[in-house]
T-cell receptor
């Protein structure tokens, strides 16, 4: 039972570099989400996808792009990383009901 | 708008003590309410949930009751263990959506 998987677990970037965070789920869920977690701020929604082929902005989308590659995979791209994007990133999925299932997270540091 | 407010931590307790972590919410309509737990170095796991007023969610000795009159969903456990040390997040999902709005989290530290 893999559930929601994320790669990489850790990443260090220099300002201006780009990278893509990968997320996959094996629960046949329609909805997928990307959050960032910062100290004292809880989790904030970056983007979400209600179904394959659709994506929508969340609370903090600036500086990010997403791709819902297929039903299983939902990637998050930073085109030009900034120190303000240093955070822990979580991917989640749900069946379209209210319970979300989270991956283990990616810890990103931008120098 | 929709929001969740939970008590700041850390909450520090001795093993077998009683735990309460307060959570209040603001929402239109009838949201679903959740407690998620995050153990060190891991992602969030659903601890319990309640979908309508007066429902009680419970799991692993934790429980919380959906109180519409006080817009609250306080987390309680009668006797905490060292293994309960984690960060606890209260969250709501607005009616008829699958989005989650989180509180800022409360760190619980339990000492032997």
């Amino acid at each position: 039972n893999a559930g929601v998987t994320q790669t990489p677990k850790f990443q260090v970037l220099k300002t201006g570099q780009s990278m893509t965070l990968q997320c996959a789920q094996d629960m046949n869920h329609n909805s997928m989400y990307w959050y960032r977690q910062d100290p004292g701020m809880g989790l904030r929604l970056i983007y979400y996808s209600a179904s394959e082929g659709t994506t929508d902005k969340g609370e903090v989308p600036n500086g990010y792009n997403v791709s819902r590659l297929n039903k299983r995979e939902f990637s998050l791209r930073l085109e030009s990383a900034a120190p303000s994007q240093t955070s822990v990133y979580f991917c989640a999925s749900s069946a379209g009901t209210d319970t979300q299932y989270f991956g283990p997270g990616t810890r990103l540091t931008v120098l | 708008g929709n929001s969740v407010t939970q008590m700041e931590g850390p909450v520090t307790l001795s093993e077998e003590a009683f735990l309460t972590i307060n959570c209040t919410y603001t929402a239109t309509g009838y949201p679903s309410l959740f407690w998620y737990v995050q153990y060190p170095g891991e992602g969030l796991q659903l601890l319990l949930k309640a979908t309508k007023a007066d429902d009680k969610g419970s799991n692993k000795g934790f429980e919380a009751t959906y109180r519409k009159e006080t817009t609250s969903f306080h987390l309680e456990k009668g006797s905490v263990q060292v293994s309960d040390s984690a960060v606890y997040f209260c969250a709501l999902s607005p009616y008829n959506t699958d989005k989650l709005i989180f509180g800022t989290g409360t760190r619980l530290q339990v000492f032997p």
